[in-house]
Structures are given as structure tokens and as C-alpha cells.
């Protein structure tokens, strides 16, 4: 299996609400393991955004081409650098509901353009969909640095104080995506109150209002 370069890991992975100089594209990567229930060694493998194809449709295509055992059940874990966007979001959905002995837990170290109210409906039909997107903490980040990187090679930062550091920022991108979810409740709450008070008109009702 090929593995990330620890600065690869490191810049990527950074989930700072800025890059500092010297300034660097943060791209999209996808890390993803596949655990058979019967207990045999996972599958790991890491893709990457690749001729106009996003990361998650080419893990799509990978899953699917692996000709997997539909009478075995799978625990499907994805590390991504950015969340998905609206239209990999639906993908995602669409795939597990056609594959239900796929078990898939979606880790994010970043929001990908959270504010705008039509990725956030891609969040949100993620959350409440069998695919909840979920932000990276210290488990996870340590789990994507002890597995898919390659520890064989001199380290510029101390991966102890990297991980923390990651830990530390992920706190507020956590609490991004509980506004975000908390916003849709709201939204579902004013609705169904705006409903009640329209309700059905009765006949009374009606000859009060006519004119």
C-alpha cells in the first residue's frame, strides 16, 4: 500500500482556519480502510481529486471494483482532508443505500466551504443520512498518522505536538457543524409550528374571514 509522505500528512491534514506562509494549496484527500467482519486484514488505500473526478467518486469506484462479498458485512472508516461537496455528498448517500452491507463512518479534518447554504445541505443530508459526516479529533487523526503514513523517513515537526495541535483546532470546526445541524432543527422546528398555526380551515373559520 502506498502511504502519505508525514509532510504530506502534516500540510494536508492541517486544519488551521488559515494557512501561514509559506502559503500552499490544501487539497483533497481521501484515506479509507475496509474491515471484513469475519475479522481478515483491511484493505487500506488513500486516493486523491484526479482528472475532474473527486476523491469520494473515486473511492466509489474503487469499493465497487473490489467485487466485495455482499453476504459479508464491512466496516468502512474515510479520513478526508475537506468534507464532501453537495454533489459527492448525494453520491455517497445513494451508494450506501445500494449497498447495504457497507458500514461507512466519514471523518473530516475541514469544512469545505461550510457558510454557504448549499454545501451546508450537503452536511446535512450526510448527518441525516446511514453516512454521517463526522469532524476528525485526537483518535482519528492518531489513527490516520499510525496507519497511512510512512514513519520511515526524518520528521520536521514532533508528531506528538502535531496531533495535539490538530486536536486543539478541531474543537471549533466541531462546533461549526453542530450550528450547522442545530440551524436544520430550527428550520424543521419553525416549519412544523408555522404549520400548526395555519392548520386546516373549518367551516366557521371560514365564514368569520369571508368578507
Known sequence: MALLTAE???LQFNNKRRVSKPYYRRKALLCYQLTPQNGSTPTRGYLKNKKKHHAEIRFINKIESMGLDKTQCYQVTC???WSP?????????????AHDHLNLRIFASRLYYHWLPHYQEGLLLLCGSQVPVKVMGLPEFTDCWENFVDHNEPLSFNPSEKLEELDKNSRAIKRQLERIKQSRSVDVLENGLRSLQLGPVTPSSSRRNSR
Not at 461537496?85 to 443505500?97: G, N, Q, T, Y
Request: aromatic share 16%; proline share 5%; with cysteine.
Open 85 to 97: 461537496c453537495p454533489s459527492c455528498a448525494r453520491e455517497l448517500v445513494d451508494f450506501i443505500k
Open 8 to 10: 504530506t500528512f502534516s
Open 79 to 81: 479520513y478526508l482532508t
